[in-house]
C-alpha cells in the first residue's frame, strides 16, 4: 500500500513538471496572438489546482495507510485505536496521526500555493525561455 501512495505522489510531481511544458505546446499550436500571456495566467492556475489536489490526496492517503496499517480511526481510546496496529507499524502510525492533527488540507494547500507560486513562475518563465531558446537554435541549424 505504501508503494501504491509513492506511486501516485511521484505522479504527482510529473504532472507538476510535464503541464507547463504541454501547456506551452498546446497554446504554440492555437496561434493565438498573446499566447505567453494565457500561458503564465494558465500555469499558474493548473500548478496551483494540482496542489490543491496533492494537498487533498496527502490527507486521504494518510488516512488509507492509518487504516491499511490496522489503526481505528473511529475509536474513543488509545486502547482501541492501536489495538490492531502491529508493534513494528506503531511508530510510523504514530507520525502519520500527528501529522494529520493541527491545521486541516484545506489550509494546508492554501499555504502551499502562497508559498510556491513564485517558485511556480519562476518555473513557467524558465520552460517558455527554454522553449524559444530551443527555437531560436533550431532556426539557425536550419538556415546555414
Not at 34 to 59: E, Q, R, S
Not at 90 to 96: C, F, G, H
Not at 123 to 139: A, G, Q
Request: with cysteine.
Amino acid at each position: 500500500m505504501r508503494i501504491f501512495v509513492t506511486i501516485i505522489d511521484l505522479l504527482f510531481l510529473l504532472l507538476i513538471i510535464g503541464t507547463p511544458i504541454l501547456l506551452l505546446v498546446v497554446l504554440k499550436k492555437s496561434n493565438l496572438k498573446y499566447y505567453h500571456i494565457i500561458y503564465f495566467l494558465t500555469g499558474l492556475l493548473m500548478l496551483g489546482g494540482i496542489v490543491w489536489i496533492f494537498a487533498w490526496w496527502t490527507n486521504e492517503s494518510n488516512i488509507i495507510l492509518l487504516e491499511h496499517y490496522g489503526y481505528n480511526i473511529d475509536g474513543m481510546s488509545e486502547t482501541e485505536r492501536y489495538c490492531k496496529v502491529l508493534p513494528e507499524n506503531m511508530e510510523q502510525i504514530k507520525r502519520m496521526e500527528i501529522s494529520m492533527m493541527g491545521i486541516g488540507w484545506p489550509l494546508k494547500a492554501i499555504f502551499g500555493i502562497v508559498t510556491l507560486s513564485p517558485f511556480f513562475l519562476l518555473y513557467l518563465f524558465v520552460v517558455y525561455f527554454w522553449k524559444k531558446l530551443l527555437k531560436i537554435i533550431r532556426n539557425k541549424k536550419n538556415c546555414c
